[in-house]
């Protein structure tokens, strides 16, 4: 066997350990120093004992067994016989001593293993590691060692010494932090265990041997300060890796001789997991304390010294971190303060004691705060940082603590053994501020104090959005738990006891056992608030350190009061001055603000106007207070926080600025007189004046005139104040930056427009240079000018500083022109004209172009080609002018030419210009005429042109204004003048009208002169006219020959000629003025015209030939014929008359006079008469009286009995009269009248006779009674026809026709007299008869001339109605009973018809029902009753038409009731149903209240009986739910019991006789208490609210009804008591008044309920139909609906109504009148056909069958056979066998095991399938599947034969029809006509119509929907509108009125409440209040339910 080196273990034999059942032994020798280094490997064997393993020893050692030595562990335990087994284990390391006590005298390794524990898997994943939850979890890395370490010192009776030292100077060694306390220490396998992760205390046992073995739970003792805060074997480990790379445990246990050293590193570890070895080994080094040599790295030289420290030591432990993370060191580094101040927050109790760090309380150490933790850290060349936590006194706990003026303790238990002790405690709010400490962690704050614009209108809340409670584990603050609330310290609902705000101002602490679990870094609870907040936890206060059990929600309630009352302090805001809003804050912040003039603050009053200082601001403000702001709508004085103050800035000279700042900024400490010297030394220091040099010359002199460009020199300027000092800035405050000073020079132009600016800068002061202004050469305008310097701020550049003008200085001066230099042309006076002088004015400008003078003479030159030039003189001054310039030449046109006018100044230094001119031609001079001779001839009528020109002096043609030429000719009457305008051009033809001289015969001479009237110097020009005849036509004459002689018709000549005939041989000729005849040529023939013909033969007009004339037929036309001639000298014109002559006779002429119509019997009223014409009817006097006896008269039926006829001397006619004919059909008559050869008709008109009968127009045969149902329309309208007595129709209009009936008989329209028509006849309509079912005769009957003429008598049979309603049946359960608040039973409701059947098919909607209470005013439905609806129908209802109203709601008041239904026939009549009289009876019993609810009584406990008395006269009623009495039958007793509010309370009032409770007999359904007194002296608690418990003992009843709880005021003083009746008056008053409001108010809130529920069920109804319409492709637009729907609406009806309008078939066989709901009508209006064709042979098919009226019963068909007496044929649907009849799905007969059996031709369908069935559908299918079977169509005959050949080989065929008209019988035959249908005109009318278009139904559906669309829309928007304008309401200013009234209410009830001492109503025990009726029901009643309960009770 080998030793080792120190490096390593010894190898012996048997390494490795042995074989099975043998131990392997690490044996040090330390008897002496000189002992080997290393250790001995022993095996031992399994039963081996301790004096064999001693031998062993001594024989591998060489040592005597007679040697005194020792063998122990390294923990000291002597082996021993006893404990051999025990301790000598494998693996172990023992120690060879002389005694147990030996140092060791050199040191040893000691082999141990640390495999973690099974937890570390276990709870691996149970908690996160350290999450920073926003913080630096460093600190708590240092807190779990910390915990160790109060875990070690634990048991230390002396100073608990802990030490955290960091080690940060690099001439030590690498950075350290060690953590050193003087606890009891580790032996080496307590080292070994705490290696070991996840070895909790709880968990050391068996083989580990642990510094808490044993372990006992400690007794509890204040806040859990017990040190059992290392617990899990995680924390420890956890920590100094996070901190740093390698950790050393140093560790010396009590009265152990050795230290103790274990290193674990990462780099360690890394290692042996590289080398494979066994990661979780390693070695103790065992030693003797300051023992430093194994310290041999320079990196921890710092141990040295800690090492040396351990011989002053009986036991410590000491883990020093080395490899400490950099950003770990600058943390420590940077943030010492910090990461120190939490650790004294989380070990705050453990230093400081159970209580804390109070100010209050001495600071002597004892066994409560005996615990010393210093940290220290050590940097190079610094001074060491050492803090003692003690000594910290700004962490979060003590802030908690100092700040708060009154604590409330309390206990939680929890289930379990689980205490938390808990303390909230009070920070109050002190004038300005709130106490609450802030927290780094949560800043409550958004703004520093100390921000200028920190202006806040309400403090927000003092803990801000932190928890309330801040929770420690056996004493340890765990970090990163907390309790934000319980409930019953959250804010109330509404206002508590304490204002809102206080519950802001609260902190907390929760102080809990280990019973609750933590994380194993104690960072996070796991379970706390959870168990807290459990509803088995229970709190009790702790008072005076006793625990109390009482109601934690009201103590603590009350303790917060009393709180703000104590300690809050607040600001007095006096001398209120009104409500502003302030805009230049922000827009949520600007109002509203009450303003004050004065505060009370502190004992202190500031007043408007009072000087002040600030502080925290920046500057300070010194300054006077002008006002005092306060946020929100106060009145009146006020205690309040926060404010703001505004302040006017002093001086106001200096400042001149309003500053609003908090109130808490005001310095209060300063004196006024302190702030009055200061403004006072401001205004002094303010600048005053300014001093101006010129230090280069060319001074400015004030009012100086120099001329324009001469320089201003440069300018130096100094601002003096007024002691003459220079400054460049201003005098600021003393402790801030003062504003710069900058001078302002403007050099200003002032014009009359305004002044201008042309110059300006701004010069600083530079330090060492003045303010400076450089020399200025560029003022050369002319004018006044200011130079004006100024004093201005720097940045903002104002010249007025606070209000006042800062210094100035203002030089004023002129700048005048210099010499004249140039020039130019002034305005001219233009135009310019050819020797008419002008001007040329002259502006002179010096050379800055400013307006001179000429002064000096000069002499112009002028110059222009073409033009002679000449001037008068020059003028000079001011205005030079060359005067009287003349220019002459020519122009060549009016309109001037253009010169250039060249001017010379000689001696300007510019002294030549061009003027550039127009030159006009000159005034007029003379007049030039063309022609130029001087004697003109001309042709009278003619006129004479003359060209005329007007001249200048240069013979240029001029023109000028009213230049107007004039010619006057002279030498004979009325000749022209002649004039023209030559102004524009100046020539020009001067001409005029023809001069015309009358009746001339020869040449005659005239003078014309020619002159301008304007222009008198213009000599005018004559001329000599020599004057002609015309040659133009002068007059006209016409001719008429005949034979050789022409005859002269002259003008206006009348001529006779025969009527109708020719004038020929008409001539003219025409002569001029000299009377020489004209000959015609072509162009004088267009001008002739003739009135009588619009054509003329111009070659006829050629020869003088005129057109001939035409003579009218008639002697009564006269033509009146003229000829004229028109051209441009003359218009002539001969006209004569043609009158006509009778020609011979030729015509017989008769005429009719009078009417033309003869009545039947009657003479012709009138005559007629016969005159001869000639051909043109011109009458001839050819009658005589012998005339008479050759006139024939004849004509067909003609009477010529009574002919007279007369001849007419004075007319030359024959009369005729007395025409009649004989009777027989009215119509034309011809009149046949000769004479001679002559002959003539005449037509005349038979009408029929005066009317004698009345007869009836397309009416039914009146032997028989017309059928007709009640209140039916009768089916043709009553038509009745005037006759005479031949039967022929009387056209006699205006005959009145009345219509004869019996009273009982009603016709509508009820107007039954009527007059005839132009056709004699009179339509009565189509009327509706109303009356008893029977026989009924009316008649018609007429009044002629005062003569009745009667009509025919007409039966009607009336039917009764089977559609008509006439009553309604109800049907319930009669025995029944109705309680309140119930349901009714069922009620079916029908409608009854005239027939006494049931009307079907009936809007549900129209069936109603009301409900109203019986009143004294009979028993109509009163205007607010109830009205319900019928209820959907369920599946097992009965048959169609009954309607059910169930579940209907039964009123809640007792009483007798009326039901009645109604039924809506039409929008003005309902049929109402027989009243139904019902009882309501009360409800179960639920409740005991009084009969009239007695005032709240107020007691006192005196002698007086009155004033001890309760009640008085109190009857105690038992009631249902509903309030209805109730329990009349019951009997039993009453107990009245005396409670206060709270149920612990036993000191309660007692009554009379000292007992607490009486009883009082309940009888008849009431008890009756006629006194209830208190005894005198009875015990109770001075102005407290106790209650009456009335409790009702009824045995007769199962429940448990609701006691009557009557609350009363009990005091021991009488006037108190008086005091509080009245106030309990009061209170009892607003109390009603209350309930009042907020009944209107729910009220209203439930009706806007169920209106919004109904505009939501409309809005979704909307929806779905617009949903349905664009299935129909009808899109509806957002906008515009209503008009878009209607004209919709309108369009569709259209659609339709065109579609309904267009021809189709129908069927026009008169249908049976339906007299009941079972007859269905003849089988040919049943059913429609569409195809013509089927139609067609359908029709013909069933020929037989169509008249046929269908019945439902047989006992219908019989009475229809008996009213037709047989004649009609009835078929009833009873009588049929319905098992033959087909059924209507089966297929064709081609279709086998519905496979096609072969391929038909021909379209075969059934016949029955083409039916459609407008109503009735089920019973039609019944009679038509009868009738037709499975007769089957096709096309023709041939696909028919086809068909039945093909179906007979597998079926029987059918009859088969065919499209054609053939017909296949089922038995094979057809042909012949019985099988062949006719064409359809001739079935006349018996065929099935056509059904409605496809399109109409497609039209009627979107019609219908568009109909329920407009109602749903409609609806929609009335409920809108009605919710809107009930939303409106409640926003009116009368509902905003109550509102606000019962908010003054309610705030009165509570300050009486308060007054009272009474527990509001909603905080006392709810054990001992009414439950309200929400808390009764166990589901809430429907909206509409309530409001009609409402509503009932309004009633």
């Not at 274990?262 to 042996?272: A, G, I, N, Q, T």
């Not at 079912?1333 to 007409?1354: D, F, L, S, W």
């Not at 009486?1952 to 109503?1961: C, N, S």
């Amino acid at each position: 066997m080998a030793s080792a080196g120190d490096d390593g273990p010894s190898v012996g034999t048997g390494e490795g350990h042995g074989g099975d059942g043998c131990r392997t032994v690490y044996l040090f020798d330390r008897r002496e120093k000189e002992s080997e280094l290393g250790d001995r490997v022993m095996q031992v064997g399994e039963r081996s004992d301790y004096a064999g393993f001693r031998a062993s020893v001594c024989e591998t050692l060489g040592i005597s067994p007679e040697e005194k030595f020792v063998i122990t562990t390294t923990s000291r335990k002597e082996i021993t016989c006893d404990n051999f087994d025990e301790l000598v284990k494998d693996g172990v390391t023992l120690y060879l001593l002389q005694s147990v006590n030996q140092l060791l005298l050199t040191a040893t390794k000691e082999r141990i293993e640390f495999l973690p524990h099974y937890d570390t898997l276990v709870k691996s994943g149970m908690y996160e590691y350290y999450a920073s939850e926003g913080q630096n979890p460093l600190p708590f890395a240092l807190a779990e060692l910390i915990d160790n370490s109060l875990s070690a010192t634990s048991r230390n009776t002396g100073i608990r010494k802990i030490q955290i030292k960091l080690h940060f100077d690099e001439t030590q060694g690498k950075p350290a932090v060690a953590v050193i306390d003087n606890g009891r220490g580790m032996t080496s396998k307590q080292l070994n265990n705490w290696a070991v992760y996840r070895l909790s205390k709880f968990t050391r046992q068996g083989d580990f041997e642990s510094d808490h073995s044993g372990y006992v739970r400690p007794v509890p003792v204040p806040r859990s300060l017990n040190s059992d805060i290392s617990y899990f074997g995680v924390g420890g480990k956890q920590a100094v890796f996070f901190v740093g790379q390698s950790a050393r445990m140093i560790s010396k246990p009590a009265e152990s001789q050795d230290v103790h050293e274990l290193v674990l590193s990462k780099e360690d570890f890394e290692k042996k997991e590289k080398n494979k070895e066994s990661i979780y080994s390693g070695y103790i080094r065992n030693r003797k304390p300051s023992d430093s040599v194994h310290i041999t790295n320079d990196d921890e030289r710092f141990l040295h010294y800690l090492i040396s420290e351990e011989k002053e030591k009986d036991s410590f432990t000491a883990v020093v971190i080395t490899g400490v993370q950099s950003e770990h060191i600058q943390y420590l580094k940077n943030y010492f303060h910090l990461w120190t101040r939490q650790l004294a927050h989380i070990y705050h109790y453990y230093i400081h004691g159970p209580k804390g760090n109070e100010k209050r309380t001495s600071k002597e150490v004892g066994p409560v705060n005996n615990i010393d933790i210093e940290i220290s850290m050590f940097e190079k060349g610094k001074a060491p940082k050492i803090v003692n936590l003690r000594e910290i006194q700004d962490d979060m706990q003590t802030l908690y603590i100092n700040t708060a003026t009154d604590s409330f303790e309390f206990k939680a238990h929890v289930e379990g053994d689980g205490v938390v002790e808990g303390i909230i405690r009070y920070h109050p709010f002190l004038y300005d501020r709130e106490t609450y400490p802030d927290d780094p962690c949560f800043p409550s704050k958004l703004k520093d104090e100390d921000d200028d614009d920190d202006c806040f209108i309400v403090e927000k809340a003092a803990r801000g959005k932190r928890p309330i409670f801040e929770c420690f584990w056996n004493g340890r603050l765990i970090p990163y738990t907390s309790v934000e609330d319980f409930d019953w310290c959250t804010p109330p609902k509404k206002r508590g006891l304490a204002p809102i705000e206080c519950y802001n101002r609260i902190s907390g602490a929760l102080f809990t056992n280990d019973r609750f679990q933590v994380s194993t870094n104690k960072l996070t609870f796991m379970d706390l608030e959870l168990k807290l907040k459990d509803k088995n936890t229970l709190f009790t206060r702790i008072l005076n350190g006793q625990e109390q059990r009482m109601k934690i929600d009201r103590e603590f309630a009350l303790w917060l009061k009393d709180c703000h009352e104590k300690y809050d302090k607040q600001i007095k805001f006096t001398l209120f001055k009104g409500i502003i809003t302030r805009s230049d804050l922000p827009s949520k912040k600007q109002g509203p603000w009450a303003t004050y003039s004065a505060i009370e603050w502190d004992g202190k009053i500031y007043k408007a106007g009072q000087l002040v200082k600030t502080i925290k601001t920046l500057p300070l403000f010194y300054g006077s207070i002008e006002k005092f702001f306060l946020y929100g709508d106060h009145d009146g004085e006020v205690y309040a926080t926060g404010g703001e103050v505004q302040i006017a800035m002093e001086p106001r000279a200096l400042y001149d600025e309003i500053k609003t700042v908090p109130i808490a900024k005001l310095d209060r400490t300063v004196a006024e007189k302190v702030v009055k010297k200061y403004v006072e030394d401001e205004m002094a220091r303010l600048p005053d004046r300014l001093s101006v040099t010129w230090p280069e010359g060319d001074e400015l002199l004030p009012n100086e005139i120099r001329p324009a460009g001469t320089p201003i020199g440069a300018l130096r300027i100094e601002i003096l104040n007024k002691k003459g000092e220079a400054m460049q800035k201003l005098p600021g405050p003393s402790h801030g930056g003062s504003k710069k000073l900058l001078v302002e020079l403007k050099v200003i132009l002032h014009s009359s427009s305004g002044n201008k600016e042309i110059i300006s800068h701004i010069s600083q002061h530079g330090g060492k240079w003045p303010y400076w202004f450089k020399k200025m050469e560029n003022i050369q305008k002319l004018g006044n000018y200011t130079l004006k310097l100024q004093v201005v701020l720097n940045e903002s550049n104002a010249d007025t500083y606070a209000g006042r003008p800062l210094p100035s200085k203002v030089i004023k001066f002129s700048v005048k022109e210099g010499k004249p230099e140039k020039f130019s042309f002034g305005l001219l006076d233009p135009p310019f004209r050819v020797g008419v002088p002008f001007n040329i004015p002259l502006e002179f400008q010096d050379e800055f172009g400013h307006t001179s003078q000429l002064i000096n003479d000069i002499q112009p030159v002028l110059e222009a080609s073409g033009l002679s030039l000449q001037y008068e003189e020059i003028t000079k001054g001011p205005n030079c002018v060359i005067r009287g310039v003349t220019a002459r030449g020519p122009v060549n046109s009016c309109q001037g030419k253009n010169f250039n006018l060249k001017v010379v100044l000689p001696g300007l230094k510019e002294d030549s210009q061009i003027l550039k001119i127009r030159l006009l031609p000159g005034p007029p001079r003379q007049l030039k005429v063309k022609p130029d001779s001087e004697i003109l001839v001309i042709e009278n009528g003619t006129a004479f042109p003359f060209q005329v020109e007007v001249l200048d002096e240069s013979n240029n043609l001029t023109a000028q204004p009213k230049l107007i030429v004039h010619c006057k000719f002279l030498g004979a009457p009325n000749l022209p003048v002649y004039t023209v305008d030559c102004s524009s051009s100046g020539t020009s033809i001067l001409s005029g009208s023809a001069i015309q001289v009358q009746n001339i015969k020869k040449d005659q001479t005239l003078k014309a002169k020619i002159e301008i009237p304007s222009c008198k110097d213009v000599a005018p020009v004559e001329k000599t006219i020599k004057l002609l005849p015309s040659s133009h036509v002068a007059r006209l004459q016409i001719f008429s020959v005949e034979g050789q002689k022409a005859i002269q018709i002259k003008h206006q000549d009348e001529v006779n000629w025969i009527a109708g005939d020719i004038m020929h041989n008409l001539i003219f000729q025409m002569y001029d003025e000299g009377e020489r005849e004209i000959h015609v040529t072509s162009a004088l023939a267009e001008k002739i015209k003739v009135n009588w013909t619009p054509e003329i033969n111009k070659e006829h007009l050629l020869q003088g030939l005129l057109p001939d004339v035409q003579v009218p037929t008639s002697v009564k036309d006269m033509r009146y014929c003229q000829v004229s001639f028109q051209d441009d000298h003359v218009s002539l014109e001969s006209a004569f008359t043609v009158r006509p002559l009778p020609d011979e006779p030729k015509h017989l002429k008769c005429e009719l006079r009078g009417g033309k119509t003869v009545q039947m019997g009657q003479e012709l009223q009138g005559e007629i008469v016969i005159i001869v014409t000639d051909q043109y009817g011109n009458q001839i006097q050819a009658f005589s009286p012998t005339s008479l006896c050759a006139l024939g008269i004849a004509g067909n039926g003609l009477d010529s009995s009574q002919l007279k006829t007369t001849f007419q001397e004075n007319t030359q006619s024959i009369s005729v009269r007395g025409i009649r004919f004989i009777p027989g059909p009215p119509g034309n008559k011809d009149l046949c009248f000769t004479w001679r050869e002559f002959s003539d008709f005449i037509r005349v008109q038979l009408i029929s006779g005066p009317p004698a009968k009345l007869l009836l127009i397309d009416w039914p045969e009146l032997k028989e009674s017309i059928p007709v149902i009640n209140g039916r329309e009768l089916q043709n309208p009553l038509i009745v026809q005037l006759c005479d007595q031949w039967d022929n129709p009387a056209p006699i209009p205006q005959v009145k026709v009345n219509l004869m009936k019996p009273n009982i008989l009603k016709l509508t329209p009820s107007h039954l007299q009527h007059k005839t028509d132009e056709r004699g006849r009179a339509n009565l309509g189509v009327l509706s008869v109303y009356a008893p079912r029977g026989e009924h005769i009316m008649q018609v009957k007429a009044i002629y001339n005062k003569n009745t003429i009667e009509g025919p008598i007409i039966k009607l049979m009336i039917l009764p109605d089977p559609e008509k309603p006439i009553r309604l049946n109800v049907k319930y359960d009669k025995d029944a009973s109705f309680l309140a608040g119930g349901t009714f039973t069922d009620f079916m409701i029908t409608v009854i018809s005239e027939d006494d059947s049931i009307i079907k098919n009936i809007n549900p909607a129209r069936i109603s029902m009301k409900l109203w209470k019986l009143s004294n005013n009979g028993n109509r439905p009163p205007a607010n009753a109830e009205i319900f609806s019928c209820t959907k129908i369920k599946d097992n209802d009965k048959e169609d038409g009954c309607f059910y109203f169930r579940d209907k709601a039964i009123p809640n008041k007792v009483g007798m009731y009326c039901i009645q239904f109604g039924f809506m026939m039409d929008k003005a009549n309902i049929l109402n149903s027989e009243q139904v009289i019902i009882d309501v009876l009360p409800n179960q019993p639920v409740k005991l209240v009084p009969k009239i609810q007695p005032a709240t009584p107020a007691v006192s406990n005196v002698h007086s009986i009155a004033n001890r008395t309760l009640v008085k006269d109190l009857r105690l009623i038992i009631t249902d739910e509903y309030n209805n009495q109730t329990g009349i039958d019951l009997v039993g007793t009453i107990i009245a019991t005396i409670k206060g509010s709270n149920e612990e309370d036993t000191d309660t009032p007692l009554f009379v006789g000292k007992v607490r409770t009486l009883e009082f007999p309940f009888v008849k359904g009431s008890a009756e208490i006629t006194s209830l007194v208190l005894a005198e002296n009875s015990p109770g608690k001075d102005s407290t609210e106790y209650f009456i418990i009335f409790e009702p003992q009824l045995p007769a009843l199962s429940r448990t009804l609701e006691s009557y709880i009557l609350p009363f005021m009990f005091s021991d003083d009488v006037k108190k008591q008086q005091q509080m009746m009245a106030f309990a008056k009061q209170k009892d008053e607003l109390s009603k008044s209350i309930g009042v409001y907020r009944s209107v108010f729910e009220t209203s809130k439930q009706l806007i309920d169920e209106m919004k529920c109904q505009v939501e069920a409309a809005k979704l109804k909307e929806a779905q139909l617009r949903n349905e319409l664009k299935t129909h492709n009808i899109d509806i637009p957002t906008t515009h609906q209503m008009p878009h729907i209607e004209a919709l609406l309108k369009r569709k009806l259209s659609e339709q109504e065109e579609l309904k309008r267009k021809p189709r078939r129908s069927c026009t066989l008169p249908n049976y009148t339906k007299g009941t709901a079972n007859v269905l009508g003849k089988i040919a209006h049943l059913a429609q056909i569409e195809d013509d064709r089927a139609a067609m042979v359908i029709s013909w098919h069933l020929a037989s069958d169509m008249d046929c009226v269908v019945t439902l019963t047989t006992d219908a068909a019989r009475c229809i056979y008996d009213e037709t007496q047989g004649r009609q044929q009835v078929l009833p649907l009873d009588s049929i066998y319905k098992k033959t009849l087909p059924d209507w799905k089966r297929p064709l007969p081609h279709y086998r095991n519905g496979k096609l059996y072969f391929k038909p031709i021909g379209d075969p369908v059934f016949a029955r399938d083409l039916l459609t069935f407008p109503d009735n559908v089920e019973h039609c299918e019944t009679v038509f599947g009868m009738l037709l079977g499975d007769t089957i169509i096709l096309d023709n005959l041939d696909a028919a034969n086809h068909y039945r050949k093909e179906v007979v080989k597998i079926s029987h065929c059918p009859t088969l029809l065919t499209r054609d008209g053939d017909r296949i019988r089922s038995n094979g035959k057809f042909g012949g006509l019985q099988n062949k249908a006719p064409p359809m005109d001739k079935l006349r009318g018996m065929v099935f119509g056509a059904p409605v278009p496809k399109q109409c139904r497609v039209l009627g559906e979107q019609i219908d929907l568009l109909q329920q669309y407009r109602s749903a829309l409609d609806k929609l928007n009335h409920l809108t509108e009605d919710l809107n304008g009930q939303l409106e309401y409640l926003q009116s200013p009368e509902m905003k009125k109550k509102k606000q009234e019962l908010d003054e209410r309610e705030k009165n009830l509570k300050l009486i409440e308060q007054k009272l001492g009474m527990t509001p109503t909603h905080k006392c025990n709810d054990s001992l209040r009414h439950p309200t009726k929400a808390e009764i029901a166990e589901c809430p009643i429907p909206p509409k339910r309530m409001r009609r309960e409402a509503t009932r009770q309004n009633r």
